[in-house]
């Protein structure tokens, strides 16, 4: 017997002789009484009797509960299991709409997985109780948390920075869920919305170390009293599970149960496959609706400050997607053919999935310098509506639009006038030099980089998506203090807490806008002039910056006064 099989049938017996023994002792003294005593022991004797009738019942043939839980979602969710597993097969799409309600939106919408075959998701069967149960604060911000009984993921509600929670960040459609870089669909929260289908107090979910997750109510119907710091407990049946809360975890926060680490993620588990490149966010965006014409087609409409517009797009069998992004300004087309060993099935063991959307590397690491803003070219400035010194595809989509901007007095055309006028304001360093790597000292004032469409604007308004970590839509005095911490502290390669002039020309801080900032301003950061910049000078910069958008001192930054900063 291997020692898997052995597991299983010291679970099974415990399984069928636990029963017992609580009748035994129910409304009784401690003390087992002389019929009990002789209960336990012919259950004791009978040992080799029952492990022989579980090993002759193979669990192949016994339908495992856990396999239920999907059955009501069994035209689009398939499962199959073995003694250890349960496969659970299905493309990640789900029968309620989608995107609907994202404010912060990475341009990605749900393209059907391959999550069949050896992609499937693999869910063990007989779950065990880990030693130290591992927090979903501090682990998993890569790939799936667990599986919705629709075939859906569901990944950590904290996105793979490590920081951000995805519903307060805006991140999330109605349905508690959104797209991953590969456009693959999935939640980050418990789609309680599925008890509507599987019926009040059935799991919803079930996390990939095992053990199911249910709604915010026990099948009782009361809310659970008693959970734990991973929000699950053991129901009346003994059986550990876990709940959906309605703020952090929101679900399973961490594995009750043994899983495998690896890379940041539960492993193994499948791949999502994209079929075109990830993109960057979408500044002003908001989703407003989600159609689906025919099978196969799709429309996410959104608006963009406001302007409508939509991504019309249709998958074929074979995988291949035609993109249709439609503006008032027209229509471009976009087609893609799968990738090179695209949904071949291959399990996501030995590298990343990378499907998610969130930055995990940050902006600064695609070229960001110097305040991010491409050059002194006001044009190009802004085209580059996310400020990473390129223009993507995205961005071209909108050149329009953004170049209307240019047209300050509003007669449809941009006249030498409107250019000088920005090129004009731009004068003192940012004129020719490419990504603004101007040499330092030559930079037209400490007031930060210039806007795509308009007057120079304060540093902090610039980047306030940047800097607001938490993305709560406050910028802190600790967010602008740490970026300009960590700012210098990529610089000072020797760790002196002061910035020579070839330190500076080093690459390391700028690769973060703060960075850039620091280089480019360098001059006026150095108060005494000493041609050094020591770590106090960036950062009472950084404080004074600060302080000049805090109109009511509270250390904070709000909205509204981010925005009475905008300079017209
Ligand atoms: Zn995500
Ligand atoms: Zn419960």
Redesign the pocket.
Known sequence: MNHSHRILTFLLLIAILSPRMLLAHEGHSHAPSPQTKQRINRLNTETQKLQFVVQSRTTDTVRPDLAKLFDPFKNKVSVRFDREFLYVESNGMPDHSMMTGITAWQQQVPLPQSYTGSNAWRIPLQPVPAKNPLSTKEHFFRGAIALAVNGVPIFNPIKNNGKTDTLLAGELDQWGGHCGRADDYHYHIAPVHLEKVVGAGKPIAVALDGYPI?GYN?PNGKP?TNLDWLNG?K?PDGQY?Y?ATKTFPYLNGGFYGEVIELNGQVDPQPRAQGVRPSLPGLKGAKIVGFERPKPGSFIVRYEVFGDPRSVQYTVADNGSATFKFVSAEGTTTENYTPRQGGGDGRRNTERPTGNEPERNQGPSDRGLLDGGRAGGDPIVAALDANGDGQIDKAELRVASAALRKLDTNKDEQISADELRGLSGQRRGGEGNSPRGERPPGQAGGPKGPQPADGPRQPWILVHADEIDLDKNEIISRDEIVGEATKAFAGYDTNKDGKLSQSELSGRGGARSAMGGFLKGHSKEIDRDGDGILTRTEAIGNAERMFAKLDSNNDGKISTEELEASRRK
């Open positions: 249910y026990d659970p407990h129901g599970h709940h």
